[in-house]
């Protein structure tokens, strides 16, 4: 459903020759000069762009004398452009020689008026041009050291300089901040957690890291520069630190357009830049340094090591402060090593998924957004929010690098902002003129346009990317807010919001909607497309279902209207209306009344993919047809697709309270929401059919799901434990979060339902916990360990297997563990002379380490009718003591997981 993407980043240093010389070093190739009006006065900030035929770009702009100076170039041509406010652009074609800067100096030209009126103009800001931000990243001059065995010890890391040079950049802000390293290092890191320990030995075959390199780059706004130059000697220029520097920058500012691995996906299209997380730091001091290592070792070329008090990966949801990434694009190793709290948070207890690292917390979105032919995007934000800390002053959204930010403006003023080229690190940020104050409101307008985020997909189908970053977000699922929508779209086309629709009209050639919630939303989104739209009220529970779907196929769909007829996906709009309508009635039963009034059940293009937003559900394609078209159009239907195809829809409307009205607190809850959301869809299957063989089946394919291996040998419970969530996904289980997550967090809560079921009451005490846990956690991001607090809240005596009221011995197993029990029941029946029938029987766990508990359900099936007889504790490798219960008549069979209740590799009911 909700696809948190990750965004690895970390500090970038820039060494650069300088204007300023240094002794030992030689001023290099450069382009300088001056910009001037007419009338040759001179040109203040004016935007100078220097492009070489490789297209690579740097781009400046003029001091208060008009001048400008690019240093660091390759030789070569180069087409110098300037761009000022009230001026035509220029553009200038210079030869730049090796060591040598070449002069030029440029006239601009007073740009006509125009009568040409645009939604999105350009400002009178240029971004990129904040004064601070440019020193952090166009910093020019070195000073370099010795160093001999100096060790810098880094929380769970200790890096030790062994012999070699340091060169560090000129101050940034009045501070240094970026340094690199040529010679004999070593890096080693010891886990401070077990689970830790077990990842990294999972992936690289050993609970620690010990890392030899010969260059490294340093970021850090703690006090590293003073901890080293304490120690080093002074020494002339580094000739290495340059191509070290360039081979650096290559990697962290360029975005890859087609991502060849999981890790390379999530720096690609959720990276930051990493100098503007470096300006957070510089213009706040009241926050704690952060200290990053980028680390070129022998073994693994790319290891990123940061530690970071707002944490260290924000855009997974991870509140944890220290990281270790290894990026291997294709390799065995590559991935997310270590991400832990820092290592004193363990020694003292304090360390929690509930931990709050937000700058901002937003408190309503107001957006015009108009969606042209061209299936460009132009829209205007004013986002208004809270100051979640004391004395930010730069603040990160998230936002497609695609779409292009013409200006931002505070109380009327336009202000600075950072976004460099799409293809690069191209985040976006905004930098207040002022230090913000803890808890005062804030608002922002930010104007925007670009492309990427609706593709048309042929037949009037359109396909929505960018889900979460189609307009500028803060903390999307992390925090709510409302939201107050306007769209402008093709009036041919229809679009639906997330909200409630408030009003809609026409507007010369456009269809224009406006759509508000009045109940904060964890994030908003559209479908859009030629739909028909079709409604239904229900009565039962005050829900307005609809549905939109298309009347043509997307275009890699046509040729099979010709064979099928009729194939039309509006025309099956009512089933999944149905489907959804059965759901909410279901899960309001079972986890309370939903608050937003209305869902949208919505078809794209996608075949094989569903989501689902606020009041919002996208289904794919083929939910929209029939069973004898599904058939015809893929020429049959394995298991595996009919199941997805029954589930997608319960599983998506169940996201309206799993993931929605409840969220998850960090990276290692989504569980929360995933499994929940499939624990929910069982439901549903066991609600809807007349028997209960589908439901038997959604558990019997969620057990096969987890224990099956795949071409590596691995199977998806040996990916690691579900708490380490999107880590899953590893070169040998690439697919270990969606094999894992989904199924066993279903298996979670479908065990605890099952050991809290009595013949008396049924499921009541599961139900009164699972309406409690959504009333506690209204609107707000439920964590792991939160849940098992409300789990302990309403646990039976079956349950308290330590005899201590907590559920410690559940969650160690199920969430933070791996193993798999497996089962044998043995059992015989025998007639007493009173003609009632003696059963005994004695249950064996093996597999498992010694402290390993479970409550195992026993049933008795009398012709086709079965009950359940009670439930016995296991520990360890062990057979219970035999147990004797004498039964009014003989039972058909006994046995054990009936109901697939409890996830075993294997189970065995035989009697004797």
Not at 440 to 469: I, M, P
Not at 837 to 851: E, W
């Amino acid at each position: 459903m909700h696809d948190r993407i990750l965004s690895l980043g970390v500090l970038v240093i820039v060494l650069c020759s300088s204007s300023v010389r240094v002794a030992g070093l030689q001023a290099g190739s450069a382009i300088a000069g001056t910009v001037k009006d007419p009338a040759g006065a001179v040109v203040v900030g004016a935007l100078v762009t220097a492009s070489a035929e490789t297209g690579e770009a740097r781009t400046v702009s003029t001091n208060e004398q008009g001048r400008f100076r690019i240093d660091n170039l390759k030789p070569g041509r180069y087409t110098v452009a300037v761009e000022s406010k009230g001026f035509k652009r220029s553009e200038q074609a210079v030869v730049v020689e090796a060591g040598r800067a070449t002069l030029v100096e440029i006239k601009l030209e007073i740009a006509p008026p125009t009568g040409e009126i645009t939604i999105v103009g350009k400002g009178t800001t240029a971004p990129n041009t904040e004064p601070g931000y440019r020193q952090v990243r166009d910093q020019e001059s070195f000073e370099t050291y010795s160093v001999t065995n100096l060790t810098l010890k880094r929380d769970v890391a200790t890096i030790t300089l062994r012999s070699g040079l340091i060169s560090f950049a000129a101050p940034a802000m009045g501070r240094v901040i970026k340094a690199v390293f040529t010679g004999a290092g070593q890096f080693a890191l010891t886990p401070a957690i077990g689970i830790e320990g077990d990842y990294l030995r999972m992936i690289t075959d050993n609970e620690t890291v010990d890392e030899s390199f010969e260059r490294a780059v340093f970021c850090f706004t703690d006090q590293t520069y003073d901890e080293i130059k304490r120690q080093a000697a002074t020494a002339g220029a580094d000739p290495r630190a340059r191509d070290t520097l360039g081979d650096f920058n290559k990697r962290v500012r360029h975005r890859t357009e087609r991502p060849r691995s999981f890790v390379e996906y999530l720096l690609a299209f959720e990276g930051e830049n990493l100098d503007a997380e470096l300006l957070t730091d510089l213009y706040n001091p009241k926050r704690s340094g952060c200290f990053n290592a980028f680390i070129f070792g022998k073994r693994y070329n790319d290891l990123r090591y940061l530690v970071r008090s707002r944490g260290a990966l924000p855009q997974i949801l991870s509140p944890e402060e220290v990281a270790l990434i290894n990026v291997d694009p294709g390799g065995e190793r590559e991935g997310i090593w270590y991400l832990a709290h820092y290592e004193a948070e363990y020694r003292n207890g304090s360390a929690s998924s509930e931990e709050d690292k937000r700058v901002i917390d937003v408190q309503h979105y107001r957006i015009e957004t108009v969606i042209g032919g061209d299936e460009k995007l132009t829209a205007t934000a004013e986002i208004t929010f809270n100051a979640v800390g004391e004395g930010d002053r730069v603040v990160g959204f998230g936002l497609l690098p695609n779409l292009r930010v013409a200006r931002v403006s505070h109380d009327g003023q336009e202000i600075n902002f950072i976004q460099e080229h799409r293809k690069e690190d191209g985040s976006f940020y905004v930098v207040l003129p002022r230090a913000m104050e803890r808890g005062k409101q804030y608002k922002l307008t930010v104007d925007y346009r670009g492309d990427k985020v609706v593709e048309d997909a042929g037949g009037g189908n359109f396909a929505v990317g960018a889900r979460t970053s189609w307009y500028p977000s803060a903390n999307a699922f992390n925090d709510r807010a409302t939201f107050d929508l306007t769209f402008k779209v093709p009036d041919k086309y229809k679009l639906v919001g997330v909200g409630k629709l408030a009003r809609e009209w026409k507007e010369q050639n456009y269809s224009a909607s406006q759509w508000t919630s009045d109940v904060p939303l964890a994030v908003a989104g559209f479908n859009y497309g030629q739909f028909k739209k079709k409604e239904v009220p229900d009565s039962d529970t005050g829900y307005n279902i609809e549905g939109y779907a298309t009347s043509s196929l997307p275009s890699y769909l046509e040729g099979a209207s010709n064979f099928i007829g009729g194939m039309t996906p509006s025309r099956m709009t009512e089933n999944a209306m149905v489907e959804a309508q059965n759901s909410i009635r279901i899960f309001t039963h079972w986890f309370g009344k939903p608050p937003y009034g209305r869902i949208a059940i919505t078809q794209q293009p996608q075949a094989f993919f569903g989501q689902s937003w606020p009041t919002l559900v996208y289904l794919p394609i083929i939910a929209f047809f029939d069973s004898t078209q599904r058939w015809m159009l893929m020429g049959g239907i394995n298991s595996k697709l009919n199941d997805f195809i029954q589930e997608v829809t319960p599983h998506e409307v169940a996201h309206q309270w799993w993931g929605h009205m409840v969220g998850w607190a960090s990276y290692h809850d989504q569980w929360l929401s995933e499994g929940f959301a499939d624990f929910s869809a069982g439901l549903y299957l066991q609600a809807t059919e007349k028997n209960l063989d589908k439901y038997m089946a959604f558990w019997k394919h969620a057990r096969e799901t987890i224990i099956e291996k795949n071409a590596f040998g691995k199977r998806a419970n040996d990916a690691g434990p579900i708490w380490m969530g999107l880590r899953l996904n590893t070169f040998k289980n690439s697919r270990g979060y969606a094999r894992l997550v989904y199924p066993k967090g279903g298996y979670i809560l479908h065990m605890l339902r099952a050991m809290m079921w009595d013949n008396k009451s049924g499921d009541e005490k599961f139900m009164a916990m699972m309406k409690d846990f959504v009333q506690s956690n209204f609107n707000q991001n439920a964590s792991t360990e939160g849940f098992k607090r409300m789990v302990e809240k309403h646990m039976t005596p079956t349950m308290d297997l330590d005899g201590n009221k907590r559920m410690d011995w559940y969650f160690n197993e199920w969430v933070y563990g791996t193993e798999l029990p497996a089962y044998k029941f043995a059992y015989s029946l025998s007639p007493e002379p009173d003609g009632k029938v003696m059963f005994k029987g004695t249950i064996t766990q093996s597999g498992v380490s010694s402290k390993f508990k479970m409550v195992v359900p026993v049933y008795l099936d009398f012709d086709g009718k079965v009950v359940r007889l009670g439930e016995a504790g296991i520990v360890g490798n062990s057979s219970t003591p035999e147990f004797k219960v004498r039964l009014p008549q003989r039972p058909k069979r006994v046995m054990i997981n009936y109901y697939n209740d409890v996830l075993a590799l294997e189970t065995v009911n035989e009697q004797k």
